[in-house]
């Protein structure tokens, strides 16, 4: 028995056969059917929809070219994995396997990076909200704690001296790089004197142990000169540091903000054409580093905390079409099950979206709703995109940054998240969320339990 084909109703559309337009030439893509060979439809089916899914295998590659980027630039690279970035532990596992090393930014993430097996000494700990229990856990860990704010420097030298012990710390420093606005809320201020003074401050305390300078200048970076600018002021500070108390710095942190490859909204070409690759980030810090004043026989080690740009285009995010609708305007909208609870990226790119089924070749375009009652739950304001209906697959590429930490329960519980191993195996490594998953945690009143209706 022959399956009756859908009707759609005919259009006329203009071609465009010589020039591109500001879009290009081709709207559309090819059905993502598979991703690391298992079937889209077979992991919806067995693990439900939406579904959150990682490369093992791509994470993997990404980090060793990022690597290589960097190491056949400069002798002395380390690398340390962003936990805000994605903390899933499976997730933070995999680049530990591969030498990386913990960067966090709160106590949780802290205990969490311990919970995961990581030492202690190869544990960053930035960010401006560190309790006086995270920093004594820190310094009885022999953790690199990078101070942040005056009040947290006084409050390690009252620490160091009633333990008498001396905590490994760094500062963080805050600079013009030319890209504004500058990220001046975080750390000491390089052209105000601000980091100069700290520096002294901890030399002339000699209750700790100065070993590195950090910086993290914005997130999202397109342009790598700002890079060399910010290594070029660190390497300024480590030299006046060697010339005034011949104290030599351990190392460099350069910390992250790498671009990946998604598009920001607003941008004219796609972000995988745009975008800065890793190889010109590494050539801008590893030669300002190099061209420095620092002895070639003796450099600080570098340290990155690179984040998005190694785990954005390593996860997939599968969802369902629930229905389509045709707005007041004319447009023609489409609402599916993922909604911006779990796709917080979504107010910040054009996230590419795949149909997950072949598909003819009209398109139209199209705005991309999510389930949820609130207006702002819109994945994309536009995108041209074939006929889709209801039970259709969509494939939500690069989503690997930020949603499975910024995420939140909202209307709709959050899903699971699988990981393909480099076999192709597939592994739940977060569950869905249930009701039992909220109410757990729920405390109802005595007196509130009972009601007549």
């Known amino acids: 028995m022959t399956t009756k084909k859908r009707y ?22 090819e059905p993502v059917l598979q991703i690391e060979r298992v079937p889209v439809k077979e992991l919806i089916e067995k693990h439900g929809s939406p579904l959150f899914v990682i490369s093992e295998s791509k994470i993997r590659k990404t980090y060793q070219a990022a690597k290589q980027a960097f190491e056949t630039r400069y002798p002395r690279v380390q690398f340390a994995w962003s936990y805000k970035t994605n903390y899933i532990s499976a997730v933070c596992n995999i680049f530990h396997q591969e030498g990386s090393w913990a960067e966090v930014v709160s106590g949780f993430e802290y205990d969490k990076a311990i919970q995961n097996g990581v030492p202690g000494s190869n544990i960053i700990f930035n960010g401006p909200d560190k309790s006086e229990q995270d920093l004594r856990k820190a310094i009885t860990n022999n953790s690199l704690i990078h101070i ?74 397109l ?12 390497a300024n500070l480590a030299q006046r540091l060697q010339q005034k108390y011949d104290h030599e710095i351990k190392y460099i942190d350069m910390g992250g903000g790498f671009a990946s490859r998604n598009t920001l909204k607003g941008a004219f070409l796609p972000g995988v054409d745009t975008n800065p690759t890793i190889d010109e980030f590494a050539e801008a810090i590893t030669s300002a580093l190099i061209n420095s004043d620092f002895h070639p026989k003796n450099p600080p080690l570098l340290i990155l905390e690179t984040g998005r740009a190694l785990i954005d285009d ?14 007041a305007d004319g447009r023609r909208s489409t609402i599916l099950d993922i909604g911006v609870n779990i796709l917080f990226t979504s107010f910040w790119y054009a996230h590419k979206i795949t149909p997950a089924q072949h598909f003819t070749s ?27 209906h209801k039970g259709d697959h969509v494939v939500v590429h690069s989503v690997g940054a930020y949603n499975m930490t910024q995420w939140m329960q909202f209307i709709t519980l959050r899903p699971k998240v699988v990981l393909i191993d480099e ?25 509130l339990a009972d009601f007549e209706l």
Not at 314 to 327: C, D, E, M
Not at 366 to 381: A, F, H, K, S
Not at 423 to 447: C, F, Q
Request: neutral net charge; contains cysteine.
């Open 8 to 29: 759609e109703r005919p259009v006329i559309k203009k071609l465009e056969s010589n020039m591109p337009n500001k879009f290009g030439t081709r709207t559309e893509y």
């Open 314 to 327: 390593a996860a997939w995010l599968l969802g369902s079409v629930l229905t389509n609708k045709r707005l």
């Open 148 to 221: 942040d704010h005056l009040d947290e420097l006084y409050l390690l030298q009252e620490i160091a001296k009633s333990t008498k012990q001396k905590p490994r710390v760094a500062i963080r420093v805050n600079m013009d790089t030319g890209i504004y606005p500058i990220w001046d809320r975080f750390g000491f201020n390089y052209e105000n004197g601000q980091a100069w003074d700290a520096l002294n401050k901890i030399m002339f305390s000699g209750s700790m142990d100065l070993v590195g300078l950090h910086t993290h200048i914005g997130t999202f970076m």
């Open 223 to 234: 342009s790598p000169n700002a890079y060399a600018i910010a290594a070029s002021k660190l």
């Open 423 to 447: 076999a192709g195996k597939v592994h739940v490594i977060r569950d869905n969320e249930s009701m039992k998953t909220i109410a757990d945690l729920e405390v109802v009143p005595r007196h």
């Open 362 to 388: 009209y398109t139209e375009d199209t705005v991309l709703y999510g389930p949820l009652c609130m207006n702002i739950d819109v994945i994309r304001e536009n995108v041209t995109l074939p006929l889709l």
